[in-house]
């Protein structure tokens, strides 16, 4: 089984995604994270943000048992991770590392922005998480807040619109819902209720597979 979450920047895919996970059992990789890693890595070593080739010998040297989204939860890297995305050689490297990642057994669950449209366009159920840029900048405000990072909810909310923009508008593989995904606003919901909901759509699609 293999489950697609997909949405914009602070929608709560990454928290969903870590409880849909293990209520079944599944595995789960927080494909943001794999762009996070490869930003950290050229920023920390000062390497050209533009250099197709640089990046993609970055990803292949990724080690995804060691990606930590608190080292990499800061705004500079999730905007650099947002402008090397838009690069089709790195995307392709790293959708090959996250395909190999959600094929091996008992399944997983895979959180991003191209999953049930590129990366998994096969998985058993895809949701597309939503909420206002409001509610998002709000939630990405305590979250940082509360870790101890100085955060204004005007700044992150520019930040969150302009990478927003910037992933629904790149040439390849474009912020957007599949077209079989299922649309899940959480504007209105806190985390246990978009839980439920999530679990609900999700067994509706594993009884629909026969699974
Ligand atoms: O957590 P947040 O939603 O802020 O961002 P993230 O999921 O960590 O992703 C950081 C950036 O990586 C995004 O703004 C995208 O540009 C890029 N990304 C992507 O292009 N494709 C994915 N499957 C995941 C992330
Ligand atoms: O992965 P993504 O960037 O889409 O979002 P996240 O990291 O799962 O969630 C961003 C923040 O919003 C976290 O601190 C969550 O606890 C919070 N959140 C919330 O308050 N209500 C929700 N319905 C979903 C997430």
Redesign the pocket.
Known sequence: MIIALDGP??SGK?TLARQLAAHFGLRHLD???T??AVAAALLARGLPLGDEEVAISVARNLDLSNLDRNQLSTHEI?EV??RI?VLPGLREELVHIQRAFADQKPGAVLD????GTVVCPDATAKLFITASPAARATRRTDELNGKGIPAKFDEILVDLER?DER?STRKDSPLKPAENAHLLDTTEMDIDSAFRAAVDIIERARNSAGL
């Open positions: 920047a602070a990454g494909t943001g994270l762009y996070r999730g991770a947002s995305a991003g922005r191209d999953i990478r992933d």
